[in-house]
T-cell receptor
Framework: DGGITQSPKYLFRKEGQNVTLSCEQN?????MYWYRQDPGQGLRLIYYSQIVNDFQKGDIAEGYSVSREKKESFPLTVTSAQKNPTAFYLC?????????????FGPGTRLTVT | AQSVTQLDSHVSVSEGTPVLLRCNYSSSYSPSLFWYVQHPNKGLQLLLKYTSAATLVKGINGFEAEFKKSETSFHLTKPSAHMSDAAEYFCVLGYNNNDMRFGAGTRLTVKP
């Protein structure tokens, strides 16, 4: 089955610790994205990558870092510099349909930092 | 500026009655518009999309949306709500440059 996997589904960390969220896709999509979702809000873009070894900051990149060493993988590290890390994190990938980019989403990781 | 506004943060309907979720957009370019659905603690699933072809777009699970350029709207409708439709719905504005703008979401509650 083709799709996007995120692990783990739930993650708990102590304040001051870095934590890495996994995102893997087997859809052969070039572009991948990380979004943050807070209660009652839409999705906000953290980082995106349109090609291997290249990535760009989104609207709320401060306190986060990413890498894109393989086409299939786009891990997100939430650093201790992120002031409010508790949130639901969604990974997505996209393909060009000929008219637009259509995004496919993973199941998400809920991060709780105490 | 490119933006999308979902006019209702919460909509409540009775099972079997019509659903209307409203979305307005602002765009300098010819937009691509999407509706996604999110069930609790899940990822987003694409319901339907508009890409400058037919203005009335049919999606999965009986949903459809009509693109109205004169009203800059892309409202989502369904003739008869089902309990399984209860979820969060997002209207999304997309561009050829791979940028996507999400609305704040509308939570749909379906009463028995």
């Amino acid at each position: 089955d083709g799709g996007i996997t995120q692990s783990p589904k739930y993650l708990f960390r102590k304040e001051g610790q870095n934590v890495t969220l996994s995102c893997e896709q087997n859809l052969n999509h070039d572009a991948m994205y990380w979004y943050r979702q807070d209660p009652g809000q839409g999705l906000r873009l953290i980082y995106y990558s349109q090609i291997v070894n290249d990535f760009q900051k989104g609207d709320i990149a401060e306190g986060y870092s990413v890498s894109r060493e393989k086409k299939e993988s786009f891990p997100l590290t939430v650093t201790s510099a992120q002031k409010n890390p508790t949130a639901f994190y969604l990974c997505a990938s996209s393909m060009w349909t000929g008219a637009n980019y259509e995004q496919y989403f993973g199941p998400g990781t809920r991060l709780t930092v105490t | 500026a490119q933006s999308v506004t979902q006019l209702d943060s919460h909509v409540s309907v009775s099972e079997g009655t019509p659903v209307l979720l409203r979305c307005n957009y602002s765009s300098s370019y010819s937009p691509s518009l999407f509706w996604y659905v999110q069930h609790p603690n899940k990822g987003l699933q694409l319901l339907l999309k508009y890409t400058s072809a037919a203005t009335l777009v049919k999606g999965i699970n009986g949903f459809e949306a009509e693109f109205k350029k004169s009203e800059t709207s892309f409202h989502l409708t369904k003739p008869s709500a089902h309990m399984s439709d209860a979820a969060e719905y997002f209207c999304v504005l997309g561009y050829n440059n791979n940028d996507m703008r999400f609305g704040a979401g509308t939570r749909l509650t379906v009463k028995p």
